[in-house]
């Protein structure tokens, strides 16, 4: 098992970029699908997006469609979100998931990271 934990969130304006990154420790780490989550105050939790073992395949949720892309680096164990044009209601905390097959708005994946908190300002 993997364990997740992710770095990169901050303040930005609207319009502005961040790059998330989740680093992973722990073997095999290439097995495994990983995808990025996002919750915000109130609301419920909402898959943003999520990428195959080797990197060739990626999904997204419409909300992020076109603005954020998802990649991998399995030789750094590592997964990036990068999120460009950002909107306040992009505001949410981000939470990196591990699963063992495709990750999709309806997974539930069995390991998670502790989040990193992404503010947008109007």
């Known amino acids: 098992q993997v364990q997740l934990v992710e770095s990169g969130g901050g303040l930005v304006q609207a319009g502005g970029s961040l790059r998330l990154s989740c680093s992973a420790s722990g073997r095999s780490f290439s097995t495994y699908y990983m995808g990025w989550f996002r919750q915000a105050p109130g609301k419920e939790r909402e898959f943003v997006a999520s990428?195959?073992?080797?990197?060739?395949?990626?999904y997204y949720g419409d909300s992020v469609k076109g603005r954020f892309t998802i990649s991998r680096d399995n030789a750094k164990n590592t997964v990036y979100l990068q999120m460009n044009s950002l909107k306040p209601e992009d505001t949410a905390v981000y939470y990196c998931?591990?699963?063992?097959?495709?990750?999709?708005?309806?997974?539930?994946?069995?390991?998670w990271g502790q989040g990193t908190q992404v503010t947008v300002s109007s």
């Open positions: 998931a591990a699963h063992l097959s495709r990750i999709a708005a309806t997974s539930s994946p069995n390991t």
């Open positions: 990428i195959n073992w080797g990197g060739t395949n990626t």
